[in-house]
């Protein structure tokens, strides 16, 4: 998978660009606010249908503007995809893929799968559950499409509940509310099932890459996974868990949690509650591990879901690197280039010693790449 031109219109800080990047190795230099970082998030938000940053989509629109429009052209195995979105101050955005919309969004993830290894990507370990949620379900989706699909079927059955709660409290129509359970449940199981398939493929693939980041030959590292509403076994790689067995789960919960939810007008039991984590050599990563333990953790498993996706569809996905190298020292970032497979790569820095790899260079100033 490679982008081959990256155009955008009143995206972040560019009013207009056109950019057709080297098919291997790019590396954009500039100073702070010069807009690397703004690239990049357009790349990724082609893939993920989101940004990177975690910043919702008006932000994204040039300051004073109507709309941003991103549009990228990619390459797979000879095959094209032109991918556009419009994103409005007001009103919906609008998706196109090969001048269609979609089927399904998470297809997009699928199409031209993207892994951004970020500056702040200690908060994967260091922050509450809802960032090791997010990696989870955005690397599923890109590995397996209806993985998204459910995930997007959990959320709005999970809002409609909670609207109905906030609406009526404890007047809510207890039938509605059965319908809405039930929904909630149904798709909260596959959710479930989806993060702890994932989970399983990631062991071994996470102690192999910490070994060689953090310099260690036998340390282990393996997930683990908290849900109040459900017992969860061991994660073992191959595991093939019963979506329909964490569904029963979770309609079970909802019913026993019901008066606390009427009280509470909000939902206390599902995935969007969960905990999933990581431990080394036994110990709880968060809040046991030193913060180089914690940054060669994080590093493991962008490596990780790199590795996935390269073996998933059989070439490298397009790969993200937002200032990483200044985070690092030469034995991590050495340990990091040598684990990845080397497809096409956007490498974003201040400085142009600070990156130990080859490629193309690009000079980033005043919104024009050179």
Same mark, same amino acid.
């Given at each position: 998978?490679?982008?081959?031109?990256?155009?955008?219109?009143?995206?972040?800080?560019?009013?207009?660009?056109?950019?057709?990047?080297? &098919?291997?190795?790019?590396?954009?230099?500039?100073?702070?606010?010069?807009?690397?970082?703004?690239?990049?998030?357009?790349?990724?938000?082609?893939? !993920?249908?989101?940004?990177?940053?975690?910043?919702?989509?008006?932000? !994204?629109?040039?300051?004073?503007?109507?709309?941003?429009?991103?549009?990228?052209?990619?390459?797979?195995? /000879?095959?094209?995809?032109?991918?556009?979105?419009?994103?409005?101050?007001?009103?919906?955005?609008?998706?196109?893929?090969? #001048?269609?919309?979609?089927?399904? @969004?998470?297809?997009?993830?699928?199409?031209?799968?993207?892994?951004?290894?970020?500056?702040?990507?200690?908060?994967?370990?260091?922050?509450?559950?809802? $960032?090791?949620?997010?990696?989870?379900?955005?690397?599923?989706?890109?590995?397996?499409?209806?993985?998204?699909?459910?995930?997007?079927?959990?959320?709005?059955?999970? %809002?409609?509940?909670?609207?109905?709660? %906030?609406?009526?409290?404890?007047?809510?129509?207890?039938?509605?509310?059965?319908?809405?359970?039930?929904?909630?449940?149904?798709?909260?199981?596959?959710?479930?099932?989806?993060?702890?398939?994932?989970?399983?493929?990631?062991?071994?693939?996470?102690?192999?890459?910490?070994?060689?980041? /953090? #310099?260690?030959?036998?340390?282990?590292?393996?997930?683990?996974?908290?849900?109040?509403?459900?017992?969860? #076994? *061991?994660?073992?790689?191959?595991?093939?868990?019963?979506?329909?067995?964490?569904?029963?789960? !979770?309609?079970?919960?909802?019913?026993?949690?019901?008066?606390?939810?009427?009280?509470?007008?909000?939902?206390?039991? /599902?995935?969007?509650?969960?905990?999933?984590?990581?431990?080394?050599?036994?110990?709880?990563?968060?809040? &046991?591990?030193?913060?180089?333990? &914690?940054?060669?953790?994080? !590093?493991?498993?962008?490596?990780?879901?790199?590795?996935?996706?390269?073996?998933?569809? *059989?070439?490298?996905?397009?790969?993200? $690197?937002?200032?990483?190298?200044?985070? @690092?020292?030469?034995?991590?970032?050495? /340990? +990091?280039?040598?684990?990845?497979?080397?497809?096409?790569?956007?490498?974003?820095?201040?400085?142009?010693?600070?990156?130990?790899?080859?490629?193309?260079?690009?000079?980033?100033?005043?919104? +024009?790449?050179?």
């Amino acid at each position: 998978m490679r982008l081959v031109w990256l155009e955008l219109n009143q995206f972040r800080s560019y009013e207009q660009l056109r950019f057709e990047p080297d &098919q291997g190795i790019n590396v954009l230099i500039g100073p702070n606010g010069a807009g690397k970082t703004n690239v990049l998030e357009a790349i990724g938000y082609l893939s !993920l249908q989101k940004s990177f940053r975690r910043t919702p989509d008006s932000a !994204l629109i040039r300051v004073d503007a109507e709309r941003a429009v991103a549009r990228g052209g990619f390459e797979d195995a /000879g095959s094209a995809v032109d991918i556009a979105v419009e994103i409005p101050a007001q009103g919906r955005r609008q998706v196109l893929v090969n #001048g269609k919309r979609p089927g399904r @969004l998470s297809d997009v993830a699928a199409t031209a799968p993207v892994v951004a290894f970020l500056p702040d990507d200690l908060d994967l370990v260091k922050r509450g559950p809802a $960032l090791r949620r997010e990696f989870l379900d955005d690397l599923g989706a890109q590995l397996v499409p209806t993985v998204g699909a459910d995930l997007r079927e959990y959320e709005k059955s999970l %809002r409609q509940r909670n609207t109905l709660l %906030r609406q009526d409290g404890r007047n809510t129509d207890p039938m509605t509310l059965d319908v809405w359970d039930v929904r909630v449940a149904e798709a909260g199981g596959r959710v479930l099932a989806n993060r702890l398939r994932l989970l399983g493929r990631l062991i071994g693939r996470l102690t192999a890459a910490y070994r060689t980041v /953090g #310099g260690s030959s036998l340390e282990t590292l393996i997930p683990t996974y908290a849900a109040s509403w459900a017992e969860v #076994g *061991g994660i073992e790689n191959g595991l093939a868990p019963d979506h329909e067995v964490y569904a029963s789960a !979770l309609l079970r919960a909802l019913e026993e949690r019901r008066i606390r939810d009427l009280e509470m007008r909000s939902t206390s039991a /599902g995935p969007h509650r969960d905990d999933p984590g990581y431990r080394l050599d036994g110990r709880d990563v968060r809040v &046991q591990a030193s913060q180089g333990e &914690q940054r060669s953790v994080a !590093l493991s498993l962008r490596i990780a879901a790199y590795q996935l996706l390269n073996d998933r569809h *059989g070439r490298p996905p397009i790969l993200l $690197l937002d200032d990483v190298f200044s985070e @690092l020292d030469p034995g991590r970032a050495e /340990g +990091v280039t040598a684990l990845l497979p080397h497809g096409q790569v956007f490498v974003t820095s201040a400085r142009d010693d600070e990156v130990p790899e080859m490629g193309r260079r690009w000079r980033v100033a005043e919104g +024009v790449l050179s």
